[in-house]
């Protein structure tokens, strides 16, 4: 196996680890926040006013390339940047168009689909809740068989990527079974760490409402949440939402009508954003940040399996995806996970801890301003640290 990697990690020298251990806060190998471009970072470094000329163009620039990102029509749909975290865009999606006395049907298989129902019952919002397993996508038979029950559901949702384990799931069939069993519901995907990373035709699958957030796939910082919303269906949401400061509806027409927000926006960050946006636009758009993650993935998936560690979930399955993958914690008994993240941390490499419920694990992102040759440092990394740790795992 020493032979092997050594073999697969050719290119790392000494020199380029210690650069590593150099940079200020690491790489990040997370789901978000996560590694961004000098470029992207120098933009946050010129103060405007929320009301300036090149603030606003920036923020129409910004609408405009996220549905570019997307691959749809403006006339068809609208961004509606939110202030906040990307739950926060998860809330003023249900808050704004779920109907009061309304119903929504969530496809859970993982902690967000948790916190979207927990947002829903705070909302006041009639939950119908699909609790599938977390180390698989939803069960497309009995998705049909819950839609089939209820018919008169306002909404439909589910998370793209469960980016508690890193499954994704099944937003084609999910449509078609929409299309069959709630045609007049509405589709939301929270395609918060998927959104810029993996190709989504939301136009195709008529996806009325999508949230992404500005620290995931298009490698922005964090302090807005993306919403794409179809125009037809926030049209028929003035007057529901249940927040003042999340309400779609407003958002979208103070925007449109001025260029400003409802309330003070994240000025430094959206103009990262934008920066971000053009960026992805260069390296050959979604298409082309998809496979540099996905040889990410392939790089740092095969290596760990080859070092000894097992996955989470089935990478021989469709659902196994390329933003973020979790391995299960070594049974070897000097394992000490703060110790492996601490060490890890020490040479420039920041992971992230688990959160699967079902066995305990720690996740690997493949997404942000990470390349192949850092995926391959990483596993060296992660070598070092197990021989530092006298932890053998074949």
């Given at each position: 196996?020493?032979?092997?990697?050594?073999?697969?990690?050719?290119?790392?020298?000494?020199?380029?680890?210690a650069?590593y251990?150099?940079?200020?806060?690491?790489?990040?190998?997370?789901?978000?926040?996560?590694?961004?471009?000098?470029?992207?970072?120098?933009?946050?470094?010129?103060?405007y006013?929320?009301?300036?000329?090149?603030?606003?163009?920036?923020?129409?620039?910004?609408?405009?390339?996220?549905?570019?990102?997307?691959?749809?029509?403006?006339?068809?749909?609208?961004?509606?940047p939110?202030?906040?975290?990307?739950?926060?865009g998860?809330?003023?999606?249900?808050?704004?168009?779920?109907?009061?006395?309304?119903?929504?049907v969530?496809f859970?298989?993982?902690?967000?689909?948790?916190?979207?129902?927990?947002?829903?019952t705070?909302?006041g919002?009639?939950?119908?809740?699909?609790?599938?397993?977390?180390?698989?996508?939803?069960?497309?038979?009995?998705?049909r068989?819950?839609?089939?029950?209820?018919?008169?559901?306002?909404?439909?949702?589910?998370?793209?990527?469960?980016?508690?384990?890193?499954?994704?799931?099944?937003?084609?069939?999910?449509r078609?079974?929409?299309?069959?069993?709630?045609?007049?519901?509405?589709?939301?995907?929270?395609?918060?760490?998927?959104?810029g990373g993996?190709?989504?035709?939301?136009?195709?699958?008529?996806?009325?409402?999508?949230?992404?957030?500005?620290?995931?796939?298009?490698?922005?910082?964090?302090?807005?949440?993306?919403?794409?919303?179809?125009?037809?269906?926030?049209?028929?949401?003035?007057?529901?939402?249940?927040?003042?400061?999340?309400?779609?509806?407003?958002?979208?027409?103070?925007?449109?009508k001025?260029?400003?927000?409802?309330?003070?926006?994240?000025?430094?960050?959206?103009?990262?954003f934008?920066?971000?946006?053009?960026?992805?636009?260069?390296?050959?758009?979604?298409?082309?940040?998809?496979?540099?993650?996905?040889?990410?993935?392939?790089?740092?998936t095969?290596?760990?399996?080859?070092?000894?560690?097992?996955?989470?979930?089935?990478?021989?399955?469709?659902?196994?995806?390329?933003?973020?993958?979790?391995?299960?914690?070594?049974?070897?008994?000097?394992?000490?996970?703060e110790?492996?993240?601490?060490?890890?941390?020490?040479?420039?490499?920041?992971?992230?801890?688990?959160?699967a419920?079902?066995?305990?694990?720690?996740?690997?992102?493949?997404?942000?301003?990470?390349?192949?040759?850092?995926?391959?440092?990483?596993?060296?990394?992660?070598?070092?640290?197990l021989?530092?740790?006298?932890?053998?795992l074949?």
């Amino acid at each position: 196996m020493l032979a092997t990697m050594q073999r697969r990690c050719f290119a790392v020298t000494a020199r380029r680890l210690a650069a590593y251990k150099d940079k200020a806060g690491g790489i990040l190998f997370t789901p978000g926040p996560l590694s961004t471009t000098q470029t992207v970072r120098e933009a946050m470094m010129v103060d405007y006013g929320s009301r300036d000329s090149i603030f606003v163009s920036a923020v129409k620039e910004m609408r405009e390339g996220v549905l570019k990102a997307a691959g749809v029509d403006g006339k068809e749909y609208t961004c509606i940047p939110m202030q906040g975290s990307g739950s926060m865009g998860v809330e003023a999606v249900c808050s704004t168009m779920i109907p009061h006395n309304g119903k929504i049907v969530i496809f859970r298989n993982g902690a967000y689909g948790d916190r979207m129902k927990n947002i829903c019952t705070k909302l006041g919002i009639n939950v119908v809740f699909y609790d599938g397993e977390e180390d698989r996508p939803i069960d497309m038979d009995k998705a049909r068989a819950l839609l089939a029950q209820h018919p008169d559901a306002n909404m439909v949702s589910i998370v793209h990527c469960e980016t508690s384990t890193g499954v994704m799931n099944p937003i084609t069939e999910l449509r078609e079974a929409i299309n069959t069993h709630c045609p007049n519901a509405l589709y939301f995907i929270d395609a918060m760490s998927s959104f810029g990373g993996v190709q989504i035709d939301c136009a195709g699958l008529s996806v009325d409402a999508l949230v992404s957030s500005s620290n995931k796939c298009v490698q922005g910082v964090p302090g807005f949440s993306i919403v794409l919303v179809k125009r037809s269906a926030l049209a028929r949401c003035e007057g529901i939402c249940r927040s003042y400061t999340l309400d779609l509806v407003s958002q979208d027409q103070g925007l449109n009508k001025s260029g400003q927000f409802n309330n003070t926006p994240p000025v430094q960050v959206i103009m990262a954003f934008r920066q971000a946006l053009r960026e992805l636009d260069a390296e050959g758009g979604v298409p082309a940040r998809e496979a540099r993650y996905h040889r990410n993935q392939q790089i740092v998936t095969e290596g760990m399996k080859e070092i000894g560690f097992e996955l989470y979930l089935d990478d021989s399955k469709p659902s196994f995806g390329h933003i973020i993958t979790s391995f299960k914690f070594p049974t070897d008994p000097n394992w000490d996970f703060e110790a492996f993240y601490n060490q890890l941390n020490d040479r420039g490499f920041v992971i992230y801890p688990g959160k699967a419920a079902k066995a305990p694990c720690f996740r690997i992102g493949h997404i942000g301003d990470i390349l192949p040759e850092d995926s391959e440092a990483l596993l060296v990394a992660v070598k070092e640290v197990l021989e530092n740790m006298n932890i053998k795992l074949r």
